[in-house]
């Protein structure tokens, strides 16, 4: 039995860092959450109405308690309204993510041949749609298309996104280093501000973006501009270069929106940029 209590004893001795240890995933996991759903927001002004209330405790404010006591429950409806579309992110990302799974990272070449398709498809103005997964899962989106599991090639991509072919319209999926599936539908953006100028692609690739941490490279049929989409932001009119760089950067390090350069492109922009068409993820 001497060998059972030097297991108890060892455990005694680790328990308290074991029990830190998860205590501090636990935190970082639902801070990084928050973060990507842009629901921060709504944290601070919680924290902020609790330190107004513990200060009101501590200097025994009573007529101040007595006004947070009993504004209390319309403000927590009110902020399930408000936050409505934030909350319901963090929802659906606590059921979709895998978090114990590594971010599916396609290799620097397979980049490339992505950005190179998308720069012949932007010379000859086709439009395109290529989805990264990361951490949370796609599977649905997955089979709404047709699935290819196709090694990853510049030839393959801009035949799929040939005029007329049957998969043009939808969008394609590169998974674990491959081409998962393509003529997938994508769920478009909810945001409100959205000029009319921008094509379903967009809104696409930005409803994608809103609804996981994937990241979204989009081709403008009209203009042939290279675009990026992540966390609800449109990185628009890129090079080659700034695109494959942006993706790099993006699926390597998985940067959070508040991490991200200020050249992002503000949703209300010029009028002129595309046209919006009636199917689900093409523009006209």
């Known amino acids: 039995m001497q060998w059972f209590q030097w297991i108890t004893t060892f455990y005694d001795m680790i328990r308290p860092i074991f029990d830190v240890a998860i205590l501090?995933?636990?935190l970082y996991k639902t801070y990084d959450l928050l973060v990507k759903?842009?629901?921060v927001q709504m944290v601070k002004g919680a924290g902020f109405l609790a330190l107004v209330y513990g200060l009101a405790v501590l200097f025994k404010l009573t007529t101040l308690q007595w006004v947070l006591n009993i504004l209390a429950p319309g403000l927590f409806i009110a902020v399930a309204i408000i936050f409505q579309p934030e909350?319901?992110?963090i929802i659906?990302?606590?059921g979709q993510s895998e978090l114990f799974r590594p971010d599916s990272k396609p290799r620097l070449g397979q980049l490339e041949a992505v950005v190179t398709a998308a720069e012949i498809l932007s010379q000859q103005r086709r439009g395109a749609?290529?989805?990264?997964?990361?951490?949370?899962?796609i599977k649905s989106i997955i089979e709404?298309?047709?699935r290819l599991n196709?090694?990853?090639s510049s030839t393959l991509i801009v035949t799929v996104f040939e005029f007329d072919g049957p998969l043009h319209d939808g969008a394609m999926i590169v998974q674990n280093g491959r081409i998962a599936a393509a003529g997938c539908f994508l769920p478009l953006s909810e945001q409100q501000d959205i000029k009319k100028s921008f094509?379903?692609?967009h809104r696409a690739s930005l409803g994608m973006s809103e609804q996981s941490d994937a990241v979204v490279l989009v081709v403008s049929e009209e203009t042939g501009a290279i675009s990026i989409a992540f966390d609800g932001k449109l990185f628009y009119d890129l090079s080659s270069l700034e695109a494959t760089r942006k993706l790099r950067e993006l699926l390597d390090r998985g940067v959070r929106s508040g991490e991200l350069e200020p050249n992002t492109l503000s949703l209300n922009a010029p009028a002129s940029l595309e046209t919006a068409s009636v199917e689900p993820a093409s523009e006209t």
């Open 24 to 26: 501090a995933f636990l």
């Open 37 to 39: 759903t842009q629901a």
């Open 87 to 89: 909350l319901r992110k």
């Open 92 to 94: 659906l990302r606590l």
């Open 129 to 137: 749609l290529v989805v990264f997964p990361r951490r949370v899962n």
């Open 144 to 146: 709404t298309g047709t």
């Open 150 to 152: 196709a090694e990853i």
């Open 199 to 201: 094509g379903t692609r």
